[in-house]
């Protein structure tokens, strides 16, 4: 970053997060197994939410141009038609399977008749 009087220099980031990480994991150290597992899947659950977090803010930042209300409705109407669409592979992907098990029940069924 340069300013009149010169550049400055930024200030390290990482020692902060990292000596705030080290604190966490010593406190996580000294708890009941049962607690660290829940811990370390709310830390997992919350490396999630700011991934997605930072990845919303740019893809609003790209297009914040347009009204909010068409921004949101777009999202609503793209998260309804994927997970909508997940579910139906689902259902695809069961139906399959179960024809696949009637069809090796029938032919079971066959090769005993014929012995």
């Known amino acids: 970053?340069?300013?009149?009087?010169?550049?400055?220099?930024?200030?390290?980031?990482i020692p902060a997060r990292v000596?705030?990480?080290?604190?966490?994991?010593?406190?996580?150290g000294t708890?009941?197994?049962?607690?660290?597992?829940?811990?370390?899947?709310?830390i997992k659950e919350n490396q999630h939410q700011e991934r997605v977090f930072s990845a919303f803010l740019k893809l609003i930042r790209k297009f914040?141009?347009?009204?909010k209300t068409?921004?949101?409705?777009?999202?609503?109407?793209?998260v309804?038609?994927?997970?909508?669409?997940?579910?139906?592979?689902?259902?695809?992907a069961k139906q399959a399977q179960e024809v696949v098990n009637n069809t090796s029940k029938i032919c079971d069924m066959l090769q005993r008749e014929e012995n």
């Open 70 to 78: 068409l921004l949101l409705e777009g999202f609503q109407e793209a």
């Open 19 to 28: 000596s705030r990480e080290n604190a966490i994991d010593q406190t996580i």
């Open 64 to 67: 914040d141009f347009l009204p």
């Open 1 to 13: 970053m340069t300013t009149t009087h010169g550049s400055l220099n930024r200030p390290p980031i």
């Open 31 to 42: 708890m009941p197994a049962v607690d660290q597992q829940f811990m370390y899947e709310r």
């Open 80 to 92: 309804k038609h994927i997970y909508s669409a997940n579910r139906k592979a689902e259902n695809q």
